[in-house]
């Protein structure tokens, strides 16, 4: 039987857009034979979307409301979305019509042989200077540090087997890191070029200052790729190195001081050997403290610190 397809949308104060799109969303499904929900997920709007969305649900049992006590964040509206969802395949979207629903046949014939299909925005429609440089570089620095190389992470527009968002926690505004955590643990990924529109209505609720929170969540997801299992390995050779430079130049110092009995209380040096021993010796602790955190995470959640694919010949 052909799976079972959830399409995950949250919405942030976007009253005029959802009747559009609700009546796209189901003209794009009528092409479709799959069955399926669509899970919107209120993210505390002030305005009318969660009447408007009541009014949707009270007439079509496929449809789902979730509804937030306030505005928590896009991330976490998805995984609202993912947590009441039963399909297969989740497909998530933006609200504002931004996504074209007429995309997702594609994205349903392309997930048969995909664990992700992401939509490219190749001709967006948004402002040069304040959305698409900005994203321009972040793309590319995100192919960069996470080895995974897509033209648009921030495209809301993709699909995923219900299997990969399973083993995925969502925290800050990592949804858009989605393909590159499951990149890392085997999952096939294929992008396709999708369509999209300008604003029509409403206005958007992120500017500039994304950028920045996506960059240090790229830190984040970058740290724990690498260093979650042994983080003494992140700081510790750091605190060596400057430890070990701090002492020499101690040593240096003790030498003049005792052999040729120089004064040494006025040397820049001085303070330089004090600070580079004591950032050593914080840095190693910074990462003892790491390890015993990671040991906490994983053995309180039970979280194996491998990936296995299949197992031959166990009895
Ligand atoms: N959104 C949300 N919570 C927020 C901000 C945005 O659920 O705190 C939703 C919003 O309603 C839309 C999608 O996330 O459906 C993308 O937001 P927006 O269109 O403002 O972003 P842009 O297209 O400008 O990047
Ligand atoms: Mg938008």
């Given at each position: 039987?052909?799976?079972?397809?959830?399409?995950?949308?949250?919405?942030?104060?976007?009253e005029?857009?959802l009747?559009?799109?609700?009546?796209?969303?189901?003209?794009?499904?009528?092409?479709?034979?799959?069955?399926?929900?669509?899970?919107?997920?209120?993210?505390?709007?002030?305005?009318?979307?969660l009447?408007?969305?009541?009014?949707?649900?009270?007439?079509?049992?496929?449809?789902?409301?979730?509804?937030?006590?306030?505005?928590?964040?896009q991330?976490?509206?998805?995984?609202?979305?993912?947590h009441?969802a039963?399909?297969?395949?989740?497909?998530?979207?933006?609200?504002?019509?931004?996504?074209?629903p007429?995309?997702?046949?594609?994205?349903?014939?392309?997930?048969?042989?995909?664990?992700i299909v992401?939509g490219?925005?190749?001709?967006?429609?948004d402002?040069?200077?304040?959305r698409?440089?900005?994203?321009?570089?972040?793309n590319?620095?995100?192919?960069?540090v996470?080895?995974?190389?897509?033209?648009?992470?921030?495209?809301?527009?993709?699909?995923?087997?219900?299997?990969?968002?399973?083993?995925?926690?969502?925290?800050?505004?990592?949804?858009r890191?989605?393909?590159?955590?499951?990149?890392?643990?085997?999952?096939d990924?294929?992008?396709?070029?999708?369509?999209?529109?300008?604003?029509k209505?409403g206005?958007?609720?992120?500017?500039?200052?994304?950028?920045?929170?996506?960059?240090?969540?790229?830190i984040?997801?970058k740290?724990l790729?690498?260093?979650?299992?042994?983080?003494?390995?992140?700081?510790?050779?750091?605190?060596?190195?400057?430890g070990?430079?701090?002492f020499?130049?101690?040593?240096y110092?003790?030498?003049?001081?005792?052999?040729?009995?120089?004064?040494?209380?006025?040397?820049?040096?001085?303070?330089?050997?004090?600070?580079?021993?004591?950032?050593?010796?914080?840095?190693?602790?910074?990462?003892?403290?790491?390890?015993?955190?990671?040991?906490?995470?994983?053995?309180?959640?039970?979280?194996?610190?491998?990936?296995?694919?299949?197992?031959?010949?166990?009895?």
């Amino acid at each position: 039987m052909a799976e079972f397809i959830s399409i995950i949308v949250p919405v942030y104060n976007e009253e005029e857009s959802l009747p559009h799109l609700y009546k796209a969303l189901k003209d794009a499904m009528k092409k479709v034979k799959n069955p399926y929900e669509f899970v919107f997920v209120d993210d505390g709007s002030r305005d009318g979307s969660l009447g408007v969305l009541e009014g949707i649900q009270k007439k079509d049992s496929k449809v789902v409301v979730v509804s937030f006590r306030r505005n928590f964040g896009q991330t976490p509206a998805m995984a609202a979305g993912f947590h009441y969802a039963r399909g297969d395949v989740y497909i998530t979207m933006d609200a504002d019509l931004q996504n074209d629903p007429a995309d997702i046949p594609l994205l349903i014939e392309k997930i048969k042989d995909a664990d992700i299909v992401s939509g490219w925005r190749k001709h967006r429609k948004d402002k040069f200077l304040s959305r698409k440089l900005p994203s321009k570089i972040a793309n590319w620095l995100i192919g960069r540090v996470t080895g995974v190389k897509l033209h648009d992470y921030g495209c809301t527009l993709k699909a995923y087997r219900k299997e990969v968002i399973d083993n995925i926690r969502l925290y800050g505004e990592m949804h858009r890191f989605i393909p590159a955590i499951a990149s890392w643990v085997g999952a096939d990924i294929i992008e396709v070029e999708t369509n999209h529109h300008p604003r029509k209505y409403g206005v958007s609720k992120y500017g500039i200052m994304r950028t920045f929170k996506v960059i240090l969540d790229l830190i984040t997801v970058k740290f724990l790729q690498s260093f979650s299992t042994r983080p003494i390995h992140a700081f510790g050779p750091v605190g060596l190195f400057l430890g070990a430079v701090g002492f020499i130049m101690g040593l240096y110092l003790t030498y003049l001081k005792v052999f040729t009995g120089a004064s040494i209380g006025a040397r820049p040096l001085l303070l330089l050997s004090i600070l580079c021993i004591i950032l050593g010796v914080q840095l190693i602790i910074l990462g003892l403290l790491g390890e015993m955190l990671a040991r906490v995470y994983h053995e309180s959640q039970d979280k194996p610190i491998f990936v296995v694919k299949k197992v031959l010949g166990k009895k």
